[in-house]
């Protein structure tokens, strides 16, 4: 890779011209004082652009601030040089020769001593050191014979098991982006483990083991007992490409194999809209929401479209501003840039390397995914998450960091009535919330298969009770036309305060449709749990329509004859000790009482919500929980993770409690006041603090790094329209933002969900696009031949017009 310096600023920009190093010397020295040397806990961005997806590998290379660190394309330098005056860049650029692909294709090739199958060696490989006394742990690992994962991240392909504890694990990652994560190698820098085998290439006649300490090849004369400690009989194993199977097993067709379409001849798509997004590990919820999201007109528009304005006004650190996080990966998806088809050096190192298959790499939303999850305890992490527990994280980041007067989240919001009757009176009491999604129970009870369901479990448990072969994996079919009637069912509502009593009672409950949404969000509820409280998930086909009517689902109001309730709000009793310790003292997170959390969960909370309901009343029990939920359920960060206040992040456990911006976005007026004393325009303060979450400190960070704000007079004069009108919203308040309209709806695009839990499996996306369905598989994006519309766990309508 070639590593240069450019300097900004001066005659023929950009080091384009050649100079002797004496020269370049001579130009550098007024420059001096503002080239740094990265310190320990810098972030140094040398392999992606702040505001593209422009690498090394570029046409242009990537440009690197010898002050800052942040990295820049060509398109984008300079808007950083003009903001800063920094001028001084490092040039990374990475060259590849043909000829070099050819050597290195020849260094890599097969020895010719190989037999056939490319997954068996002959002798002449090295016995490893290892092998006589290799230590295997007794952990009670077994393997199965098939539907292995890698156990860091999706990967299902290039699997090796450690021979020493049974880790099943990817192997290295190749320039292609073929391969794996390299989390075999990972693990054994961890733990010393010597000996790996590859998973799929075990037969009687031996397998593929690497040896990581001698970084070869190597042979085991020992395997056949170290497969056997881990339940693995290779004389009665042969290799397949997803996993071991005994010869007499019959292979079953399962939800991965029909989400993601294999066994079909897929094309790739290229060009503009059809970019993939690499998988990070476990990364798959986030890429599939984001391809959903930014194939939204209001979405693109707000983003993309606004690109130039949002860029220029992006503060002096862009990897930490959602706006333009959010602009970078809408133009990196959308633009096409990155989606387009292998060109010549690409072709011939495919060929040199037999694949003849088209290379897709896709982009790497990494930088997209350190901003957008951190601080929250789960998105942070590299785990699996629940795609819809993202959806709904993703809005909340969306309003708060609107862009004027502009949220495209709104296309989501509708406004929910729900009509709760009590028992004792009969009379009802009639309130609307608003959402984002509508949650589809599945109505097991209607499966239309069921003798075949019953017949399916009883030879299950009997195959497994005898260690015989599985029978064919039995799918319930379930009628949408059930779902959504259950759905409208009215539901008991135990120990509901009826305020005429002013004591318990029982109620029942239905919800309707207040305001139709623009776009509506089905999710299909799948995951439930036992009763041993182990997550699991419904098995199920639902017949999703293409065109969906819910129109007899609009909310009726109060009907004549119906006596109303009292409108006085639930009371919350808290004793006077408990309410102190709230204020001062508040429970360590780890003392909340899980039971509690449980109840709420069960009734349909968000899990989230319900350990902040139990934390902030003090441990007192569901039903005092239970009442802090309805009083903050339609606040923005409802959903949110619990975080401790006080301690400089956003106060998500309530916005109302701790002075977090409103539903309207509208920040504390007292907040806005104590930066307006100090100086700044309203508008500057109403910004910094939208900016921040109504973080005082951090707006006014906010400002300082934001000196180029008032230049823009359209802009501030936008802003002060924007202040002026939340001002008059709050004086005459005209309800939550919605798009009502007809309940007529049009699919366009489905997530789907494959393995047990949300903690677990894989997503991906298919997105119907210039009238045909477009599968989006992490960086593989292709033509769809077969989407499977009944096996969708998110759904996404947009309302047909009327």
């Not at 001593?113 to 009670?140: F, M």
Request: with cysteine; net charge negative.
């Amino acid at each position: 890779m070639q590593r240069r310096g450019a300097l900004f600023g001066m005659p023929g920009g950009s080091g384009s011209r050649k100079m002797a190093a004496g020269d370049i010397g001579e130009l550098l020295v007024p420059h001096m004082p503002t080239i740094r040397v990265p310190r320990s806990g810098d972030r140094v961005y040398k392999n992606e652009c702040a505001f593209s997806y422009d690498s090394p590998n570029s046409e242009g290379g990537l440009y690197v601030c010898m002050n800052t660190f942040l990295a820049f394309g060509r398109e984008h330098v300079e808007r950083h040089f003009r903001k800063t005056g920094q001028s001084v860049y490092m040039h990374l650029k990475r060259h590849v020769r043909e000829v070099t692909i050819a050597c290195d294709a020849v260094l890599s090739s097969k020895s010719p001593y190989r037999k056939q199958d490319p997954d068996t060696w002959e002798n002449e490989l090295p016995v490893s050191k290892y092998a006589n006394n290799l230590t295997q742990l007794d952990n009670g690992v077994r393997i199965p014979p098939s539907g292995w994962k890698c156990a860091r991240c999706d990967l299902r392909e290039n699997l090796w098991l450690n021979l020493t504890d049974g880790s099943m694990l990817c192997g290295k990652w190749f320039f292609d982006s073929s391969g794996g994560n390299g989390h075999a190698l990972e693990h054994y820098r961890d733990t010393g483990y010597p000996l790996a085998v590859k998973l799929g290439t075990i037969t009687p006649d031996g397998a593929d083991v690497y040896s990581f300490q001698e970084e070869e090849a190597v042979l085991d004369p020992h395997l056949a007992k170290h497969l056997a400690h881990f339940g693995i009989d290779m004389l009665h194993m042969h290799g397949t490409e997803n996993g071991l199977q005994d010869n007499d097993i019959k292979p079953r067709v399962s939800e991965w194999e029909v989400i993601q379409e294999t066994g079909t001849k897929l094309k790739p798509m290229y060009g503009p809209g059809y970019t993939g997004l690499k998988n990070l590990g476990n990364s798959c919820y986030l890429s599939s929401v984001m391809q959903a999201i930014f194939s939204i007109p209001e979405f693109q528009r707000a983003y993309v479209g606004n690109l130039p304005r949002i860029f220029d006004y992006s503060p002096l650190d862009p990897t930490q501003d959602f706006n333009t996080q959010m602009t970078k990966l809408g133009h990196g998806l959308l633009s096409g840039q990155y989606s387009k088809p292998p060109v010549k050096s690409e072709l011939i190192e495919q060929v040199m390397k037999e694949e003849l298959k088209p290379q897709q790499n896709g982009i790497s939303p990494r930088m997209f995914k350190a901003f957008v999850s951190k601080s929250h305890p789960e998105f942070s992490s590299n785990r699996q998450q629940d795609a819809q527990e993202f959806f709904l994280h993703l809005v909340n980041l969306v309003e708060r960091n609107r862009i004027g007067s502009e949220n495209p989240s709104d296309v989501f919001r509708f406004l929910v009535e729900e009509r709760i009757q009590c028992c004792q009176t009969r009379k009802v009491r009639y309130t609307e919330r608003v959402d984002y999604l509508m949650q589809l129970p599945v109505a097991m009870e209607a499966a239309t298969n069921k003798d075949e369901l019953i017949a399916y479990e009883l030879t299950r448990r009997e195959a497994e009770s005898n260690r015989r072969p599985l029978p064919e994996l039995v799918r319930a079919k379930i009628p949408f036309s059930a779902c959504l009637q259950a759905f409208s069912e009215p539901e008991n509502v135990d120990d509901f305060w009826s305020s005429a009593l002013q004591a318990k009672s029982a109620g029942v409950k239905t919800s309707r449709f207040a305001s139709f949404p623009e776009y509506l969000v089905v999710q299909i509820k799948k995951f439930t749990f036992g009763l041993d409280w182990v997550p699991k998930k419904f098995d199920v086909s639902i017949d999703m329509p293409d065109l969906l009517d819910i129109n007899h689902l609009r909310a009726r109001g109060l009907q004549p004859g119906e006596e109303e309730l009292p409108d006085i709000s639930p009371p919350i009793v808290i004793p006077d000790d408990s309410k102190d310790r709230l204020m001062t003292q508040l429970i360590d997170p780890s003392d909340i009482d899980e039971s509690s959390v449980m109840q709420l969960a069960e009734m349909g909370f968000p899990l989230e919500a319900c350990r902040k309901a139990v934390y902030f009343t003090g441990n007192m029990g569901a039903e005092v929980a239970f009442n802090w939920i309805v009083v903050h359920m339609e606040e923005p960060d409802f959903a949110e993770p619990l975080t401790m206040p006080g301690y400089g992040g956003a106060a998500s456990a309530g916005a109302s409690v701790f002075g977090a911006t409103g539903l309207d976005n509208q920040p504390p007026e007292e907040t806005v006041a104590i930066i307006t004393s100090m100086g700044f325009h309203r508008n500057q303060a109403i910004q910094a603090l939208r900016a921040t979450n109504s973080n005082l400190e951090r707006a006014l960070d906010w400002i300082f790094s934001h000196p180029e704000f008032e230049e823009d007079s359209d802009f501030v004069i936008e802003m002060e329209n924007n202040a002026n009108a939340n001002i008059v919203s709050e004086a005459k308040p005209e309800g939550p933002r919605v798009k009502d309209g007809s309940g007529m709806y049009e699919l366009f695009a489905f997530i789907s969900h494959m393995g047990t839990s949300t903690m677990s499996g894989h997503y991906v996306c298919h997105i119907k696009k210039e009238g045909r369905w477009v599968i989006y598989n992490d960086h593989k994006v292709c033509a769809s031949e077969r989407p499977p519309k009944d096996l969708g766990y998110m759904y996404f309508y947009r309302r047909i017009p009327s």
